[in-house]
Every structure is written in structure tokens, then in C-alpha cells.
């Protein structure tokens, strides 16, 4: 599968970009945090808007490119070669995720007041699903309820991993509104503005030693009798499963690309790093058998990883989420376990600096550990792919 004719003078230019004007920016934010670059990250996202590759999957009305699922595919590995890729394009999760939910199923009010700035880069926002109390491999099991008053709902519960709390405008929550209701209709989806009273982020949770700050963050909140309009629900109430599924069907392809994009890049890497350090003259790392065979089982899972997620982004386009349920869990675990795997090799082959942040390869294994774990653990994705499988399997003959 290639991207199509059309696309590749368009991926040429955003990885240009990334090697002239963002891949110098990592040392800094990887040392010093992203702080110590927000006038350059702006000015970045300044140049790429004035280069008309702003946003790519929105459509234009809201200042995107209106590329397809299958397209963007292609431009979310190249972005993800860098850990500031999306973030410049305006297209990280979890804004893009609630980006598209907006676009899709938001009202009139609801996209002037939340999308529009949103898709301009002004604000940035969070998705509140996930809980300690409960396991997050279960949805449809929370805590979290929104009791209506009149054309109020009153919010009250616990929520962590919300990922990008820190400085986002606007929560969008997953909350019960009626608990007798079938499980996969309790939940409504309710857009929080963070500074409604009974908002309040506890804290950002600490992952593999660091809290982080900004949209590089996973935050604990809490919501205190936290009251909003029903306006602001997206959608019917009792639909908060079936967006949340929605979401995460496009939301899991553009994670693998990304992550299918730090493989590349930890793949580019290694290789620079076995043919450069010597081991005793004219002796080079990839003069060694094990490296060699690291590099080419890399190639060879990195390959068919991609060829996964665009045959699963190709069924989504053409059927639907539900229609490529099964592909959507397969390409889950299988490209986590890839990246984690490629991630590895390379970090061994750089010796004691990659475990540095004088390269990428630290951050992205501390905070990609967890792709093995967030929108549903390796193990539930296996279990439903089996259980399809053999539900549908003859039983004789």
C-alpha cells in the first residue's frame, strides 16, 4: 500500500519541515521541558499554517486539509518521528480525538464556542473517561455521574489519565446520567469548561518518574458538584459508548502511525549509530551478527506493521469503525508490541546514551511503555479478536 500520487510532494514537505525547523527543538524540551521553547513552537505552528498543512484531517471550513483516515495514516508516521511532530501540526491527541467528535456530532454552539478555537491552535482540550477506582478496560464501568437539574447536569467524580489537562480550556467527561439504563447507554459524553466551579485538577499524575507540565501531562481531577448546561452534551444522552467507540476506532489508527513513525525513526538511529561507533579500529557495531539481525527483524516488523494499519484505516474508510472492529484491535496490540520491541533494540545499540535525553529514544520508551496499556490493554484486544474469530468459526467440517 502507498500513499496516493497526490500525497507524496505533501509528505516530502512536512518531513523537510521536521528535519529543518523541529528535530533542532528536541534537545531543549527534552532537557529542559517544553517551556523552554514555546516561543519557537509557536513560530513553528505559525510557519506550518502558512504552508496550508495545518490541521490535515479537519476539512477546510475549520482550517484543515480534509485528508481522508487512510491519508492522514501517512502523515501521522512521518509526524511521529518526532516527539513535537503532531503537536506543531495541531493534530495530538487528545485534541485531534475530540476535534473529530466535535466536527462530527457537536451542535451548531458547540463548534463555534469549543471546534473553531480548538482547530485554530488557540486552546487546547482533554477527554475525562478514564478512573482509578475502576479497570480502564471496561468503559461501561464508572463511578463518575451527572445528575440533571432542569437544563443543568450536576457532575461529580473521580477521573485520571486525563492526558493534557494541564493548561487544556475545556474537558469533554464521560459521565453516567442514567444508571438504569442499559450498560452501553448510561454514559453521556458533556463538555467541562476547566474553569467551572467544582473543576478541579488534583494533580498530574507522575509516569516513569515524570509528572511532566503542559499538554505533555496526564492529569488526576476531580469534579465537585460541577454544573454545566445540557447544551453542552454532544449528542443524545446514554451515547457516551458508542462516541467513545467512534473516537477510538480513527483515534487507534493515527496512535499506531505515530507510533509506526518513532519506530522509523529509533530504526534510523540505530542504524546511524552501529555503522559510526567503532569497537576497536576499522570494527564497527554493524559489523556484529546480533546487530545485523536486530536491524533486520526491525525492518521486517516495522514492514508489516504498516501494511496492518493501512489495511485497517482503508476498511474504516470504506465501511466504518464497527465494520473493522477486529482490524482496529489486531493493529493495537501488534504495533505496541513492535514499538516496544524496535524501541528496545535501539536503545541497546546506542549503549549507555540512550538512555540519555541526548536522543529521543529515552522519552519515547519511558511514555510509550504505555502503549501497551491505554485504549485498552494488549491482553482485552486479544481476547475480543479470539472470541470474534471462533464465534463465527465453523464447527463442523
Known sequence: MEPPDHLRPILQRIAEFLRAEVYPLERAFLTE???????????RRAQVKDMGLWVPPLPPEFGGMGLSLYEFAFVSEILGRSPLGHY?????????????????HGSREQKERYLEPLAAGEIRSCFSMTEPEHAGSNPVHMSTTAVREGDT????????????????AFAIVMAVTDPQADRYARASQIIVPTDTPGFRLHCNTPVMGHAGRGFFTHGEIFYEDCRVPVSNRIGAEGAGFALAQERLGPGRIHHCMRWIGICERAFDLMCERALKRELEPGKTLATRQIVQTWIAESRAEINAARLLVLDAAVKIDRNGAYAARNEISMIKFYVANVLQRVLDRAIQVHG????????????????????????????VHKLVVARRILREYPREG
Open 33 to 43: 521541558g517544553p517551556e523552554s521553547i514555546e516561543e519557537d513552537l509557536a513560530a
Open 88 to 104: 506543531v501540526f495541531n493534530c495530538q491527541a487528545p485534541d485531534i480525538g475530540n476535534m473529530e467528535l466535535l466536527w462530527h
Open 153 to 168: 447536569y450536576v457532575i461529580n467524580g473521580h477521573k485520571w489519565f486525563t492526558t493534557a489537562a494541564d493548561g487544556a
Open 352 to 379: 549507555g546514551l540512550g538512555v540519555t535525553d541526548y536522543t529521543p529514544l529515552a522519552h519515547w520508551y519511558r511514555h510509550e511503555r504505555a502503549a501497551r496499556i491505554y485504549d485498552g490493554p494488549d491482553e
